[in-house]
C-alpha cells in the first residue's frame, strides 16, 4: 500500500515566476556546467515551510535530506525570518570595522554552547572558509607546517580545503594540500578494524601516531576531522579514537581541528556537538550548513590564545559578523534551545534509526545503517558478504522516494549511501513515513 504523507497545514502561494523549461534552460546556458543535479529530471524548488518543500507544480514533499543538512531548524522557520526581517529593515551590513550588538551578543551565544576556553568566534561565509581559515590560525599558532586529515573526509571545495579532502572524487588534479597527510579512515564496516573489535579505536589512532613519525617532521601543525564523516556516508570513530589521537596530535605540538560542519547543533541528539560524543575537547571548532539555516553563514570556534595568533597581521572577512546573518544565526541557537531540539533529535533519531534496523534485517540490499539523531546513514550492498557496492539500488531508492514525495540525499565514495537529514522538526509521522516509503523501495523489484 502506498504510504500517505502526513497532512500539512501550509498552503504555498501559487507559482507564478518562469516555467520549468525555462529555468532548465538558464540553468544550462549561465550556470556552470559542473554543477550536480539529483534525479534523472532535476527538481525545482520554489517554496518551503519547516520540513516540507514544494515544487512549481504545487507538489509536496516531505524534505529528508534538509538542502544537504542546512536547513537546521526548519524552511523558513518564523522565529529565523522574523530576526533577519528585523536586521532587515534597521541595517544590512556594518563589517567588523564597527561595533553592532548582534554580532556581539551572537558569539557569546554560540560560546555558551562551548566546553572550555572555546570562547572566541569568527564569522565567516562557508564551511570551506572556515576550514581555510582554522587551518591557517592552527600554522600560525604552532609554528609548525603539516596537517594531518582522514582519508574519506571532506571539507570543502576551495584550493586549501579541497587538499585536506580524503576523496578523489572532489579532489582536481592541481597542486594542493602541500604539508597534508592523510591517516586511514576508522570506518567499522570496510576498514581492517570491524564493529566486533573492541580496540578499533586504538588501533586506527595508532595509524595516525604513525603517520606523524614517519610522514612528518615529527611536529605538527594540526590534526582536522569531521565528528561524523557526511559527505563520505556518515561515518561514526569506534570509541576511544579521538581521544587518541588527540593525544598524540597535542604530543606532535599540534592542535585538533572539529568539523562540525554536518554533525553539529544538536542533529545527533545525544550531544550538542559531535566532538562530545567523543569525550574530548578541540582547540578549534568550525562550523557551517545548519548554523544558519540557509543564509550564508559559518563560523570559526577557538580560544583567545589561539586566536591571537593572528594578531601579527590584519584578518579581514567582508561580510563576517553581518547583522541580518549573525541575527539569523542568533535566532538558530535560539529555535535549538526553546524548542528542545536536542532531545527532540534523541528520540525522533532513535526511532529512525530502529526503522533502518528492522529494513536491514528485512532486506539483503541494506549492508549497514549507522548514524544516530537525524544525521543517519543506509549502506547499500549487492552482496552483505563481498559488500560490493551497489550504486545503482542507491539512485533506484532516490528516484522512487522522489516519486513517493522525499527527499533523500547520497553519499560515500561509492554513491551507495543514503544520506538522511532532515530539518530537525519532523514530527514522528513523518519519521514513520521515511521508513515506509524506503521500505517499499526496496520491495518494489
Ligand atoms: C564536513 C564539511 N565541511 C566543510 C564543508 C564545506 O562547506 P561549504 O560548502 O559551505 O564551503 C562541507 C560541505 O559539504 C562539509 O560537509
Redesign the pocket.
Known amino acids: 500500500m502506498r504510504p500517505t504523507l502526513p497532512p500539512c497545514s501550509h498552503t504555498p502561494a501559487p507559482y507564478t515566476g518562469p516555467s520549468y523549461e525555462e529555468c532548465l534552460r538558464l540553468r544550462q546556458e549561465h550556470l556552470p556546467p559542473s554543477y550536480l543535479t539529483y534525479y534523472s529530471k532535476p527538481l525545482m524548488l520554489v517554496e518551503g515551510a519547516m520540513q516540507y518543500v514544494w515544487d512549481e507544480t504545487g507538489k509536496r514533499y516531505l524534505d529528508g535530506f534538509g538542502g544537504?543538512?542546512t536547513v537546521g531548524v526548519g524552511h523558513c522557520h518564523p522565529h529565523v525570518v522574523a530576526a533577519a526581517d528585523f536586521h532587515n529593515h534597521r541595517i544590512q551590513h556594518t563589517t567588523t570595522l564597527y561595533l553592532h550588538p548582534t554580532v556581539g551578543q551572537y558569539a557569546q551565544k554560540m560560546a555558551s554552547t562551548m566546553p572550555g576556553d572555546l570562547k572566541v568566534c569568527y564569522f565567516v561565509n562557508?564551511?570551506?572558509?572556515?576550514?581555510d581559515l582554522a587551518l591557517m590560525m592552527a600554522r600560525a599558532y604552532t609554528g609548525n607546517y603539516d596537517i594531518i586529515a582522514l582519508r574519506n573526509s571532506?571539507?570543502?571545495?576551495?584550493q586549501s580545503?579541497m587538499g585536506i579532502t580524503g576523496n578523489h572524487t572532489w579532489k582536481y588534479n592541481q597542486p594542493q594540500g602541500q604539508g597534508v597527510q592523510f591517516a586511514m579512515t576508522p570506518n567499522r564496516y570496510r576498514g581492517l578494524f570491524g564493529y566486533d573489535d573492541p580496540q578499533a579505536g586504538a588501533k586506527y589512532a595508532a595509524d595516525v601516531k604513525n603517520l606523524i613519525e614517519f610522514g612528518t617532521p615529527g611536529r605538527v601543525a594540526a590534526f582536522i576531522a569531521?565528528s561524523i564523516q557526511?559527505?563520505g556516508g556518515f561515518i561514526e570513530f569506534p570509541d576511544g579514537y579521538l581521544q587518541d589521537v588527540y593525544a598524540t596530535v597535542r604530543a606532535a605540538g599540534g592542535l585538533c581541528i572539529a568539523?562540525e560542519?554536518?554533525a553539529g547543533f544538536a542533529r545527533s541528539g545525544d550531544k550538542y556537538w559531535g566532538f562530545e560524543l567523543h569525550g574530548v575537547v578541540p582547540d578549534i571548532v568550525?562550523m557551517?550548513?545548519s548554523i544558519g539555516n540557509g543564509c550564508a553563514l559559518?563560523a570559526v570556534v577557538t580560544t583567545k590564545e589561539i586566536a591571537s595568533a593572528l594578531k601579527s597581521r590584519i584578518h579581514f572577512n567582508t561580510f563576517g559578523g553581518n547583522p541580518v546573518a549573525c541575527a539569523q544565526g542568533l535566532a538558530v541557537l535560539e529555535v535549538i534551545e526553546k524548542e528542545n531540539i536536542q532531545e527532540k533529535m534523541r528520540v525522533l533519531g532513535g526511532r529512525l534509526r530502529d526503522g533502518f534496523l528492522r529494513l536491514q534485517q528485512k532486506h539483503q540490499a541494506i549492508g549497514d545503517v549507522r548514524g544516530r539523531g537525524f544525521i543517519q546513514g543506509v549502506e547499500f550492498v549487492k552482496d552483505r558478504a563481498s559488500k560490493e557496492p551497489d550504486k545503482d539500488r542507491c539512485s533506484k531508492v532516490l528516484e522512487f522516494a522522489r516519486e513517493h514525495s522525499l527527499l533523500l540525499g547520497r553519499g560515500g565514495i561509492y554513491g551507495n549511501v543514503l544520506r538522511v537529514t532532515p530539518p530537525m522538526c519532523l514530527t514522528a509521522d513523518d519519521v514513520d513515513y521515511i521508513i515506509d516509503v524506503v521500505d517499499l523501495a526496496l520491495s518494489a523489484d
Do not use: L, M
Request: glycine share 20%.
Open positions: 544537504i543538512v562557508s564551511g570551506s572558509e572556515a576550514n571532506y571539507h570543502g571545495g576551495g580545503t569531521e557526511g559527505v568539523d560542519v554536518q568550525t557551517a550548513k559559518a
